[in-house]
Protein backbone atom coordinates (compact mmCIF):
# COMPACT_ATOMS: atom_id res chain seq x y z
CA UNK A 1 0.00 0.00 0.00
CA UNK A 2 1.52 4.00 -1.01
CA UNK A 3 2.11 6.13 1.91
CA UNK A 4 -0.17 8.63 0.01
CA UNK A 5 -3.30 7.38 -2.08
CA UNK A 6 -5.04 10.36 -4.54
CA UNK A 7 -7.89 9.94 -5.89
CA UNK A 8 -7.05 9.59 -10.12
CA UNK A 9 -9.76 11.12 -11.21
CA UNK A 10 -9.74 11.93 -14.26
CA UNK A 11 -12.06 15.01 -13.34
CA UNK A 12 -14.00 16.90 -16.01
CA UNK A 13 -16.75 19.18 -14.81
CA UNK A 14 -18.50 22.97 -16.23
CA UNK A 15 -16.74 26.08 -15.65
CA UNK A 16 -18.62 27.78 -12.30
CA UNK A 17 -18.15 23.93 -10.64
CA UNK A 18 -17.34 23.15 -7.01
CA UNK A 19 -14.21 20.86 -7.64
CA UNK A 20 -13.56 18.14 -4.55
CA UNK A 21 -9.57 16.80 -4.58
CA UNK A 22 -9.09 14.11 -2.29
CA UNK A 23 -5.84 12.09 -0.50
CA UNK A 24 -5.46 9.54 2.14
CA UNK A 25 -2.42 8.62 4.17
CA UNK A 26 -1.11 6.15 6.36
CA UNK A 27 1.59 7.41 7.92
CA UNK A 28 0.97 9.12 10.84
CA UNK A 29 4.39 11.07 10.95
CA UNK A 30 3.23 13.86 8.28
CA UNK A 31 3.07 16.41 9.49
CA UNK A 32 2.78 18.92 6.53
CA UNK A 33 0.49 18.91 3.86
CA UNK A 34 0.41 20.79 0.76
CA UNK A 35 -1.04 20.79 -2.89
CA UNK A 36 0.60 21.34 -5.87
CA UNK A 37 -0.80 22.27 -9.44
CA UNK A 38 1.25 20.89 -12.88
CA UNK A 39 0.02 22.74 -16.05
CA UNK A 40 0.79 20.24 -19.05
CA UNK A 41 4.42 20.44 -19.79
CA UNK A 42 5.56 21.90 -17.01
CA UNK A 43 6.52 21.25 -13.39
CA UNK A 44 4.80 20.98 -10.27
CA UNK A 45 4.27 24.76 -8.26
CA UNK A 46 3.15 25.26 -4.86
CA UNK A 47 -0.50 25.85 -4.75
CA UNK A 48 -1.32 25.47 -1.07
CA UNK A 49 0.11 24.72 1.92
CA UNK A 50 -0.95 23.65 6.11
CA UNK A 51 0.20 22.07 8.71
CA UNK A 52 -2.71 21.40 11.12
CA UNK A 53 -5.75 19.83 10.81
CA UNK A 54 -8.88 22.04 9.66
CA UNK A 55 -9.43 24.30 6.61
CA UNK A 56 -6.94 27.36 5.46
CA UNK A 57 -8.54 29.56 2.27
CA UNK A 58 -7.17 30.84 -0.59
CA UNK A 59 -9.28 32.81 -2.71
CA UNK A 60 -10.84 30.57 -4.34
CA UNK A 61 -9.00 27.17 -2.97
CA UNK A 62 -9.20 25.77 0.10
CA UNK A 63 -7.44 23.18 1.91
CA UNK A 64 -8.85 20.79 4.56
CA UNK A 65 -6.82 18.82 6.71
CA UNK A 66 -8.31 16.19 9.00
CA UNK A 67 -5.30 14.06 10.92
CA UNK A 68 -7.40 12.10 12.95
CA UNK A 69 -8.92 10.37 9.38
CA UNK A 70 -5.97 10.75 7.74
CA UNK A 71 -7.25 12.41 5.42
CA UNK A 72 -7.17 15.88 3.03
CA UNK A 73 -8.62 17.61 0.48
CA UNK A 74 -8.99 20.47 -1.91
CA UNK A 75 -11.59 22.48 -2.50
CA UNK A 76 -11.90 24.87 -5.83
CA UNK A 77 -15.02 27.36 -5.72
CA UNK A 78 -15.97 28.80 -8.99
CA UNK A 79 -13.83 26.86 -10.89
CA UNK A 80 -12.43 28.38 -14.67
CA UNK A 81 -10.90 26.88 -17.18
CA UNK A 82 -7.62 28.23 -16.17
CA UNK A 83 -7.43 25.52 -13.30
CA UNK A 84 -7.47 22.89 -15.63
CA UNK A 85 -4.83 20.98 -14.62
CA UNK A 86 -3.31 18.33 -12.63
CA UNK A 87 -3.37 18.60 -8.88
CA UNK A 88 -0.49 16.61 -6.45
CA UNK A 89 -1.24 16.84 -2.86
CA UNK A 90 2.04 16.07 -0.74
CA UNK A 91 2.79 15.55 2.69
CA UNK A 92 6.30 15.96 4.59
CA UNK A 93 7.38 14.70 8.00
CA UNK A 94 9.41 16.84 10.61
CA UNK A 95 12.99 16.22 10.92
CA UNK A 96 12.82 15.68 14.25
CA UNK A 97 16.27 16.88 14.99
CA UNK A 98 16.40 20.70 14.11
CA UNK A 99 14.49 22.90 12.01
CA UNK A 100 14.47 21.38 8.73
CA UNK A 101 11.33 19.93 6.59
CA UNK A 102 11.70 16.12 5.70
CA UNK A 103 11.65 15.27 2.13
CA UNK A 104 7.98 15.41 -0.05
CA UNK A 105 5.63 12.14 -0.45
CA UNK A 106 3.43 12.82 -3.05
CA UNK A 107 0.28 11.53 -4.22
CA UNK A 108 -0.67 9.83 -8.05
CA UNK A 109 -2.04 13.36 -8.72
CA UNK A 110 -5.67 14.16 -10.31
CA UNK A 111 -5.91 15.52 -14.01
CA UNK A 112 -8.70 18.03 -13.60
CA UNK A 113 -10.47 19.82 -16.87
CA UNK A 114 -12.83 22.36 -16.66
CA UNK A 115 -14.74 22.96 -19.70
CA UNK A 116 -16.15 26.10 -20.91
CA UNK B 1 15.33 33.11 -16.28
CA UNK B 2 13.94 30.22 -14.94
CA UNK B 3 15.07 29.65 -11.46
CA UNK B 4 15.54 25.64 -12.22
CA UNK B 5 16.92 24.78 -15.31
CA UNK B 6 17.19 20.84 -17.02
CA UNK B 7 18.78 20.04 -20.09
CA UNK B 8 17.73 18.04 -22.28
CA UNK B 9 14.08 18.60 -22.66
CA UNK B 10 13.57 15.73 -24.43
CA UNK B 11 15.98 12.95 -25.18
CA UNK B 12 15.46 9.74 -27.16
CA UNK B 13 18.29 6.92 -26.47
CA UNK B 14 18.76 3.25 -27.11
CA UNK B 15 18.47 0.38 -24.58
CA UNK B 16 21.85 -0.28 -22.98
CA UNK B 17 23.21 3.26 -24.02
CA UNK B 18 24.23 6.07 -20.98
CA UNK B 19 22.86 8.90 -20.33
CA UNK B 20 23.04 12.07 -18.08
CA UNK B 21 20.31 14.73 -17.73
CA UNK B 22 21.52 18.16 -15.88
CA UNK B 23 19.52 20.44 -13.63
CA UNK B 24 20.73 23.60 -12.45
CA UNK B 25 19.18 26.21 -10.01
CA UNK B 26 19.95 29.88 -9.25
CA UNK B 27 18.18 29.97 -6.07
CA UNK B 28 20.90 29.51 -3.72
CA UNK B 29 18.99 26.77 -2.10
CA UNK B 30 21.63 23.72 -0.30
CA UNK B 31 18.96 20.90 -1.02
CA UNK B 32 18.08 19.66 -4.45
CA UNK B 33 16.13 16.30 -5.71
CA UNK B 34 15.31 13.90 -8.83
CA UNK B 35 12.13 12.79 -9.14
CA UNK B 36 10.65 10.95 -11.85
CA UNK B 37 6.82 11.17 -13.00
CA UNK B 38 4.87 8.25 -14.46
CA UNK B 39 1.11 8.10 -15.13
CA UNK B 40 -0.77 6.96 -12.27
CA UNK B 41 1.99 6.57 -10.30
CA UNK B 42 2.64 10.43 -9.48
CA UNK B 43 6.22 12.07 -8.60
CA UNK B 44 8.86 9.49 -7.27
CA UNK B 45 11.77 10.26 -5.36
CA UNK B 46 14.66 9.14 -6.77
CA UNK B 47 17.69 10.69 -4.99
CA UNK B 48 18.20 13.57 -2.73
CA UNK B 49 21.22 15.79 -1.79
CA UNK B 50 21.00 18.15 1.15
CA UNK B 51 24.41 19.86 0.62
CA UNK B 52 27.10 19.08 -2.17
CA UNK B 53 28.98 16.07 0.13
CA UNK B 54 25.16 14.61 1.15
CA UNK B 55 23.90 12.45 -1.13
CA UNK B 56 20.97 10.12 -0.79
CA UNK B 57 18.96 7.08 -2.16
CA UNK B 58 15.17 7.99 -2.43
CA UNK B 59 12.35 5.34 -3.11
CA UNK B 60 13.30 4.42 -6.88
CA UNK B 61 16.92 4.82 -7.01
CA UNK B 62 18.28 0.94 -8.71
CA UNK B 63 19.31 2.10 -12.15
CA UNK B 64 20.30 5.85 -11.45
CA UNK B 65 23.34 7.36 -10.18
CA UNK B 66 23.70 10.59 -9.07
CA UNK B 67 26.81 13.38 -8.80
CA UNK B 68 26.42 16.82 -7.14
CA UNK B 69 28.97 19.26 -8.62
CA UNK B 70 28.04 22.11 -7.11
CA UNK B 71 25.79 24.11 -5.19
CA UNK B 72 24.06 24.69 -7.98
CA UNK B 73 24.22 22.01 -10.21
CA UNK B 74 22.82 18.33 -9.80
CA UNK B 75 23.32 15.51 -12.36
CA UNK B 76 21.14 12.54 -12.98
CA UNK B 77 22.78 9.44 -15.15
CA UNK B 78 21.16 6.29 -16.18
CA UNK B 79 24.18 4.11 -16.43
CA UNK B 80 22.35 1.47 -18.74
CA UNK B 81 19.07 2.43 -20.19
CA UNK B 82 16.07 0.29 -19.92
CA UNK B 83 12.42 0.86 -21.68
CA UNK B 84 11.18 1.03 -18.47
CA UNK B 85 13.10 4.45 -17.68
CA UNK B 86 11.58 5.99 -19.98
CA UNK B 87 9.24 8.88 -18.10
CA UNK B 88 9.18 12.57 -17.00
CA UNK B 89 12.35 13.58 -15.21
CA UNK B 90 11.75 16.43 -12.71
CA UNK B 91 14.79 18.09 -11.18
CA UNK B 92 13.91 20.47 -7.72
CA UNK B 93 15.37 22.61 -5.54
CA UNK B 94 14.32 23.83 -1.89
CA UNK B 95 15.65 25.31 1.35
CA UNK B 96 16.66 23.97 4.17
CA UNK B 97 14.22 25.99 6.39
CA UNK B 98 11.06 25.93 3.66
CA UNK B 99 8.38 22.95 3.06
CA UNK B 100 8.56 24.63 -0.92
CA UNK B 101 10.42 22.75 -3.84
CA UNK B 102 10.86 24.37 -7.00
CA UNK B 103 10.36 21.93 -9.93
CA UNK B 104 12.17 22.95 -13.06
CA UNK B 105 10.29 22.33 -16.31
CA UNK B 106 11.05 18.49 -16.95
CA UNK B 107 13.11 16.31 -19.37
CA UNK B 108 10.81 13.95 -20.92
CA UNK B 109 12.88 10.77 -21.86
CA UNK B 110 12.28 7.83 -24.00
CA UNK B 111 14.50 4.41 -24.06
CA UNK B 112 13.72 2.30 -27.31
Known amino acids: QKEVEQDPGPLSVPEGAIVSLNCTYSNSAFQYFMWYRQYSRKGPELLMYTYSSGNKEDGRFTAQVDKSSKYISLFIRDSQPSDSATYLC????????????????FGQGTILTVHP | DADVTQTPRNRITKTGKRIMLECSQT?????MYWYRQDPGLGLRLIYYSFDVKDINKGEISDGYSVSRQAQAKFSLSLESAIPNQTALYFC???????????FGPGTRLTVT
Open chain 2, 27 to 31: KGHDR
Open chain 1, 90 to 105: AMSEYNAGGTSYGKLT
Open chain 2, 92 to 102: ATSDPDSYEQY
